[in-house]
């Protein structure tokens, strides 16, 4: 197994850089990477400090490191001529593309994508992270008029970071409500979300799955049990099926996952980017 | 101005088609963009499918569509041959390059980037965020010593929501303290942060702004005048002065912006990537 170092460059947060290079990373086995994002590269000293750092790196190891870009400003890209490492612009090849499908030049200015450039679209996520916050695990129903999603499923199926997730990176108003052992002995949809029936959403998960999780939490008693755990997953189940409720099963996936399957599955609508 | 359509198409959840995709397009102006993200495209009929859907929208619009691609299975992308529209390949330049410089083929699997393949990581993040809520605006401190970082601040200066994308993003553990009038009154650091000096990061912002975000959620009353914000303002950047607490002016930031900035300068590491 090789060590190798990957840079992450930006002349802003470092996000975009972060996303696709490790998604690069991950098409290849056996490797072992010390992962360094350095953001906020704005200045050509600061680029030039950088280029000594990579330089350093790479006369000590043994494999050069790899260095992914998303330098915008070509003064600050010219620094990096001649680093000592595999150097990856990820914008040049589709910014240049681009441009002569718009038949335009590009900005090449730094700070658009990740920056409080759209006021509007930093507000709705706040006010969408606070919706989540106030309407998390049935504290209150009252407001679920306003949700445009409601996850529905038994302690410890994801509902809470879903719904997190998807007002943070698409600004959708979701809530969760969790079915307790009432609401599965009863076998019923809990009257007050009767009246947002076609907003709800199930989670499920594999019993040893939620076994796993909950025992992490509190690894004795009823919570974590088999026996329980079977219990509310068959109960949760017959109900989303009762009342013709689509749910996901949440096993194998990420919040990312969680989140974009969902919003593919309903239509709804993905507001702001990541 | 020219209406395009850009579509986002992925074999996974599409956050990285959506995340570089999107920096590309800020690069340019004067255009409206219609967004469509298409995630899970992993069979060959769905691959068709998205084919006809974007063929037809070239038929019926002036401009032909953008294609914003992270597809990694060769029979998927082999389907988009001759597809009427811009079509960039985001992965194949960089993954080729990649194979020549680990000198060994790259594995063409799907859905390694967002997946739960990496279980610790998973939990990281949900235990991040859990940390999170319990911790946050000074509903409790008795937990603080676990926090790798604890951000102070008046209300409204984003304390919550990048906390909340700290865990999320990156499992970093992070609290918030809220600071009152009492505290700001005396002018003295609360005692119970006292032990966890080093870990105090501040956040202040422009009296306007605050102004501004706070009308949103009162519109009246002394919690959004301009005398207190002032006063608020001005007495929080006191304290970070007088105890030394680095801080940071948030008012033209986003919330990657201030997360990605606190950990570049804190050097807390980023554990999870995006």
Known sequence: MTRRTVFFLSDQTGVTAETLGRSLLTQFEDHDYEQVTLP?????????????????????????????????????????????????DLFSAFVETLEREFEAPSIHAVGRTHGRRDSDSY????????????NDDGMTTRDFGRAELILLGVSRTGKT????????????????????????????????LEPYRRKLYGLTISPERLQQIRRERRPTGRYASAEQVRFELRASSNLFQRYDI??????ESSIEEIASRILSITGIERRIRP
Chains 1, 2 share one sequence.
């Open 40 to 88: 906020f590269i704005d200045t050509e000293e600061k680029a030039l400090a950088v280029v000594r750092q990579i330089n350093e790196l790479a006369a000590t190891q043994g494999s050069r490191p790899i260095v992914f870009s998303t330098l915008v400003r070509d003064e600050i890209r010219e620094c990096f001529r001649g680093v000592s490492g595999l150097f990856l």
């Open 161 to 192: 970071p879903t719904c997190l997730y998807l007002a943070l990176a698409y600004g959708v108003f979701a809530a969760n409500y969790p079915l307790a052992d009432d609401d599965l002995d009863s076998g019923r949809l809990p009257r007050q």
């Open 123 to 134: 507000e709705r996520r706040i006010e969408a992270m606070n919706y989540a916050l106030t």
């Open 246 to 251: 689509p749910f996901l099963d949440v096993s």
